[in-house]
């Protein structure tokens, strides 16, 4: 007998992140990856993160730096993003602000607020993976969001739900709708304005809440920026403490994501509910680690933007030049506006699970195969390409083996 027969039924459904397994290739030397959607390190403002520890740690704030914080997080670093939503749109203050260790212990936290066995979330169809595996562990079902017509009225969304389950023999309820609506992870799609209120339209409807993931949101290299979900539905609404969206952000695309500093921006009746899960798991984020990200954001934060942007668009725009001049017919891929990704999608019949495995042994390049973000397992002949890390170098290598491979 061991431990593995009483474990939780729930503990079925959590399945290792097959993007955080490619990582470890990161270590072999002649291995070219397009896998990780990691930022690249070092662009990291290092310098401004270790004069801020420096400062904290050896001044005044040294013992509250290291001591315990409220759950909420630190008040001026939740001050400092409340006033960076209001720029967004979303007139808020502090209270609206809830500290997280990084933006997917706000997806598990989200997941554990509303899921009851057998409960509906509805994802686009690919999504993020980290978060189905996030709500996977609170049993619920998936449903396809739909934003560009369908045939899923709100009438066919609850009868799906309602209808019994693996995890309820009596169905559930639709709950929220989760997206990525800024150079989506992992698609690199943007939705425009119309695609956001349709989601707020549907949300109304359905009376379920919204889970807006940012994390990419300010790593824009061309057009126009289409204002949050968050700030569409506070114009609607009469204001964010009447919203039903709730807007998941994160430094550790911009900053650091070693410091694990995140927060989620909603209404206080949400974050006063988050506040109790945090006493419960963790008690609060690491005081020292909110101490530095505040001193860091409120002196680099916009500079280090322009700076990232910079350098991403010049690897975006080599990667799909590289793309645009190897890949055979048949083969097409996105061309985000920002973000990390580019999306792939083979012919018909491919399998890009397959095509990871020769890539690693005979050319040496790795991706991420598409079916990891579909909550269904389809999508098994698409791929995701990153180009944060891609140097020109490994564009101009990477790119052609894998389109010799894939001529056969």
């Known amino acids: 007998m061991t431990l593995m027969n009483i474990l939780a039924s729930r503990s079925s459904r959590m399945k290792a992140s097959e993007i955080r397994e490619l990582l470890k290739l990161l270590d072999q030397p002649d291995i070219i990856s397009f896998a990780g959607g990691i930022p690249d390190a070092s662009l990291f403002p290092a310098e401004a993160i270790a004069g801020a520890y420096q400062a904290v740690l050896s001044g005044g704030e040294a013992g509250a730096a290291l001591q315990y914080q409220v759950s909420e997080g630190y008040a001026p670093l939740r001050h400092w993003l409340a006033s960076e939503m209001g720029k967004l749109g979303v007139a808020c203050d502090e209270g609206n602000i809830f500290i997280t260790s990084g933006s997917q212990q706000a997806l598990d936290y989200l997941g554990k607020l509303f899921l009851s066995p057998g409960d509906t979330a509805l994802v686009t169809w690919p999504t993020y993976l980290g978060a189905l595996q996030a709500f996977n562990a609170y049993e619920p079902r998936y449903d396809r969001l739909t934003l560009d017509g369908g045939n899923m009225t709100p009438d066919a969304y609850r009868a799906a739900a309602a209808a019994p389950s693996a995890a309820s023999k009596e169905g559930g309820r639709v709950k929220f709708a989760y997206l990525v609506p800024d150079f989506a992870n992992p698609t690199g799609n943007t939705l425009n304005r119309q695609q956001r209120e349709a989601v707020l339209d549907l949300a109304g409807e359905l009376d379920i809440a919204v889970i807006e993931d940012a994390a990419y949101r300010a790593l824009r290299y061309d057009g126009e920026p289409v204002p949050p979900i968050?700030?569409?539905?506070?114009?609607?609404?009469?204001?964010?403490?009447?919203?039903?969206?709730?807007?998941?952000?994160?430094?550790?695309?911009?900053?650091?994501?070693?410091?694990?500093?995140?927060?989620?921006c909603a209404?206080?009746?949400?974050?006063?509910?988050?506040?109790?899960?945090?006493?419960?798991?963790?008690?609060?984020?690491?005081?020292?680690?909110?101490?530095?990200?505040?001193?860091?954001?409120e002196t680099v934060f916009d500079g280090q933007v322009d700076s990232l942007i910079g350098a991403?668009?010049?690897?975006?725009?080599?990667?799909?030049?590289?793309?645009?001049?190897?890949?055979?017919?048949?083969?097409t891929w996105s061309r985000p506006e920002g973000g990390m990704f580019v999306w792939v999608t083979l012919p018909e019949g491919a399998d890009a699970a397959a095509l990871l495995a020769r890539s690693v042994a005979e050319a040496r390049v790795a991706f991420v195969p598409g079916s990891a973000f579909f909550a269904d397992g389809t999508g098994r002949n698409t791929l995701r390409l990153s180009f944060t890390l891609a140097n020109r170098r490994a564009v101009e290598e990477g790119v052609p083996r894998l389109a010799a491979l894939l001529r056969g």
């Open 312 to 331: 991403y668009r010049q690897r975006r725009d080599a990667l799909i030049a590289a793309l645009d001049a190897h890949m055979p017919q048949g083969v």
């Open 267 to 297: 209404p206080r009746h949400v974050v006063e509910k988050l506040v109790l899960m945090k006493q419960a798991s963790d008690l609060h984020s690491p005081s020292v680690n909110q101490m530095v990200m505040h001193r860091v954001a």
């Open 230 to 264: 968050l700030a569409l539905d506070c114009a609607r609404s009469g204001g964010i403490d009447k919203a039903r969206t709730l807007y998941c952000g994160s430094f550790s695309k911009i900053l650091s994501p070693g410091m694990r500093v995140g927060w989620v």
